[in-house]
């Protein structure tokens, strides 16, 4: 299985990418700048990032995309900067080496049908201008808090129906968000009802990973807060479930669960490696 976690750049990504290493982690997703705004950083010089991840034998790499855009604005202002931003980071993940840039699909401006039509038609728009640069997106599944988009597979089917051909679009699956946004996911049944969901809404082919997380909130709330597994509302059997699917599948699995270092995740890695 291809294992991983998101850990944090703060002493530097050669300090990650080496701390992933040692713990026998194959996968690794970070940000390339702060996720809610500010300068963004440096990059190591080209090819440097490279050889760090071919002799820490990571792959794939993931990067996550700032949260402080939303990709879905109607607002021109709002939209222009999502666009020139989102752009710009497909330009750092290639100079960083990274296999996908992972991006949620962001908020409508409005209530109702019309509003959700309306901003899945733009983030189909910004997709297509972040593709005039090389690379693949990963979009999530979200939680559906407030006004967020891609909380049911009906949405991200109308988002790939706007796309047409793109292929360079896939999907990144979290069972947090799934579960916030009305999944249960405590037994075996609920993983193969939650699977065929996705496979129905935009094809099983189109996942590229899965952030395996519990959450603290209850099926259907809404409400997005991370948990360590078995913690939440993630059950024993759907864990046990979802880790034969990762396998089978060879999906690459990323903890996003509290604490941004390898230590703070030493208990879900243990978790996980008695369930193997």
């Known amino acids: 299985m ?14 990650a990418i080496m701390e992933a290493s040692e713990r026998g982690l194959s996968v690794l997703q970070v940000f390339s700048r702060s996720p809610v705004g500010g300068q963004s950083k440096e990059l190591p010089k080209t090819g440097t990032v490279s050889a760090w991840l071919e002799q820490a ?5 993931f990067v996550h995309a700032p949260y402080f855009v939303n990709p879905a604005a109607t607002d021109p202002t709002m939209q222009e900067r999502a666009r020139a931003v989102l752009a710009e980071e497909m330009v750092r993940v290639k100079r960083l080496h990274g296999d996908f840039l992972v991006l949620h699909p962001g908020h409508c401006q409005g209530i109702g049908d ?12 910004t997709l297509r201008y972040m593709l005039t640069r090389p690379g693949i997106i990963l979009m999530e599944n979200t939680a559906g808090q407030g006004r967020e988009l891609g909380s049911t597979f009906d949405e991200l089917h109308e988002l790939f129906r706007h796309l047409g051909r793109i292929r360079r679009v896939g999907i990144l699956l979290d069972t947090a968000h799934a579960m916030a946004a009305g999944f249960p996911l405590h037994t075996t049944e609920d993983v193969t009802r939650f699977l065929g969901a996705v496979e129905r809404g935009v094809g099983l082919n189109r996942v590229r990973g899965v952030h395996l997380n519990d959450n603290a909130y209850p099926v259907g709330s809404h ?16 864990l046990k479930a979802l880790l034969r699917e990762v396998r089978d599948r060879s999906w ?20 996980i490696e008695q369930l193997l």
């Open 252 to 271: 690459p699995l990323i903890l996003e669960t509290p604490g941004s270092t390898v230590e703070a995740r030493e208990h879900d890695l243990w978790q």
């Open 114 to 125: 019309e509003a959700k039509a309306a901003g899945l038609e733009i983030l189909a728009g």
């Open 2 to 15: 291809k294992l991983g976690a998101q850990l944090s750049t703060t002493r530097g990504l050669k300090t």
């Open 57 to 61: 034998h990571i792959r794939p790499f």
């Open 223 to 238: 409400r997005d807060r991370h948990a360590h597994l078995l913690t939440g509302h993630l059950g024993l059997p759907a």
